[in-house]
């Protein structure tokens, strides 16, 4: 019989561990042994609280999803300001928190990519994603031009945003998500004064 209490530090300890071993390995590799390794649990402590490997990746990638969203709304509660260049500003910020660009966080979002197309409930996941980014855009520079416009502006940083984290995830040094953040911000004027 589990400890009570103990299933939300179990839940946690095995989305790390799923982490590391995507990290290590690639998910092509990932198993569920491996991830009870890194984990120092037994593998079916995995089926117990997620019902399989699939289970598993679903509530990691909703655990970095979470993430994202934590590191967009803190800096969006620290303005002082809600004008659209500062939102805006602190949705790319978010973007590229460091919760985002470490490299276990980086490959788990990569093979997420990959794998959203294959898979139904990570694609969900996906779509429901890039459906937020697109809209906290466009509501935000719906206060600084017309509607059309902003639309166009959301798909255009949003685009933005994805190509630099893709990129830099991809480079053998990594993200450098102050040189992205530089980039990203650099266009989001850009697209305000034109």
């Given at each position: 019989m589990p400890k009570v209490g103990m299933e939300p530090i179990r839940r946690q300890q095995l989305i790390a561990a799923t982490m590391a071993a995507i990290d290590e390995v690639g998910?092509?590799?990932?198993?569920?042994?491996?991830?009870?390794r890194h984990a120092g649990v037994s593998s079916g402590i995995i089926s117990h609280y997620f019902g399989g490997k699939d289970g598993l990746l679903e509530a990691t990638m909703r655990?970095?999803?979470?993430?994202?969203?934590?590191?967009?709304?803190?800096?969006?509660?620290?303005?002082?300001?809600?004008?659209?260049?500062?939102?805006?500003?602190?949705?790319?910020?978010g973007n590229f928190d460091r919760s985002q660009i470490s490299g276990p966080a980086a490959k788990t979002w990569l093979a997420f990519w990959a794998s959203s197309m294959h898979?139904?409930?990570?694609?969900?996941?996906?779509?429901?994603?890039?459906?937020?980014?697109?809209?906290?855009?466009?509501?935000?520079?719906?206060?600084?031009?017309?509607?059309?416009?902003?639309?166009?502006?959301?798909?255009?940083?949003?685009?933005?945003?994805?190509?630099?984290?893709?990129?830099g995830a991809l480079a053998?040094?990594?993200?450098?998500?102050?040189?992205?953040?530089?980039?990203?911000?650099?266009?989001?004027?850009?697209?305000l004064t034109a």
């Open positions: 998910l092509g590799e990932v198993t569920i042994v491996r991830i009870a655990q970095i999803l979470t993430d994202l969203s934590q590191a967009v709304a803190r800096r969006r509660r620290a303005l002082n300001e809600q004008g659209a260049r500062a939102q805006i500003g602190a949705i790319i910020e898979r139904p409930a990570l694609a969900r996941l996906q779509t429901i994603n890039d459906r937020r980014l697109y809209t906290n855009l466009c509501y935000q520079f719906c206060k600084a031009m017309p509607r059309e416009q902003a639309k166009n502006a959301a798909k255009d940083l949003a685009a933005l945003i994805d190509g630099l984290w893709l990129r053998r040094e990594g993200l450098d998500a102050d040189a992205a953040r530089d980039l990203a911000l650099a266009h989001l004027d850009r697209l």
